[in-house]
């Protein structure tokens, strides 16, 4: 196993396709009920919003995506407040949101 955590720009497209099979594992497990998402759907969550700034930290194992989140910092209303989500694949969770998360807080103190 070696992890690799980096930075993705959530515009380009090929973000959405390398997010998209963690996302979807993910509502998989947490959401069974509700249909799996789409392409259209990720980009709508992690694209671009007036007056604030996205970013994707994608943690590779190998190459392979095995987790993310997009943080989104408001520099408009809300100077100091930031946020995002995680996604997981749920078989990693113990092992990779702990330096997902601490991934997030060395960006934000950046």
């Not at 919003?49 to 943690?59: D, E, K, M, N």
């Not at 095995?66 to 113990?94: I, M």
Request: charged share 20%.
């Amino acid at each position: 196993m070696t992890i690799e955590i980096r930075e993705l720009d959530p515009l380009l497209p090929q973000t959405v396709a390398t997010l998209l099979p963690v996302f979807q594992a993910g509502c998989a497990v947490d959401s069974p009920t509700l249909p799996l998402p789409n392409e259209g759907f990720l980009n709508f969550t992690i694209g671009a919003r007036v007056g604030r700034r996205r970013v994707c930290l994608v943690a590779f194992d190998d190459g392979e995506p095995v987790g993310y989140g997009c943080q989104t910092h408001d520099y408009v209303a809300n100077k100091n407040s930031l946020f995002g989500d995680l996604w997981v694949l749920p078989e990693r969770r113990a092992e990779l949101t702990g330096p997902l998360v601490e991934a997030f807080k060395a960006y934000a103190r950046d």
